[in-house]
């Protein structure tokens, strides 16, 4: 009986955690335009604006995200694949950080924060940008 109640805890665990990721992902799929990227210049932040451009991150379920319009704020226009998960580095697990999700992205971590119809994707945890978006 012991064994039954362990494999249906681990079970509980395992479809908790995937469902957990695949809402994420489904949340995050779609259309996001590019409407501005932060920039820390010597402690300083610089905006740029991008809301006359036609900049896409096109976030697919499958995993694979298509970037058009791009002029390389960040990513050039192309196709890449991304995973989402709590940590810094993809490699780690040992560098959770609980309560943050990042989407990894050609090997960085973009820090996310998402609501219904707007998400920043930001390395600022490195000086790096953050780029704002909104649902297309």
Known sequence: ????????????????C???DDSIRSQLSGQWRLMSADLMNFGSQDTID?????I????KNNG????????DIAHATGEYYYKINNNQ????????????LYVHINNTAWALTMT?????????YVDGPA???VRK
Do not use: C, H, R
């Open 89 to 100: 580095q993809t490699n780690d697990p040992n560098n959770k950080q609980e309560n943050n």
């Open 50 to 54: 991008y809301s006359g451009d036609n």
């Open 56 to 59: 896409i991150y096109n976030f």
């Open 64 to 71: 694979k995200l298509i970037i058009t319009g791009n002029d």
């Open 131 to 133: 780029l704002n978006f």
């Open 1 to 16: 009986m012991k064994k039954i109640a362990v494999l249906f805890l681990i079970m509980m665990i395992t479809l908790s």
């Open 116 to 124: 219904e119809d707007a998400m920043t994707l930001s390395t600022s």
């Open 18 to 20: 995937s469902s957990d």
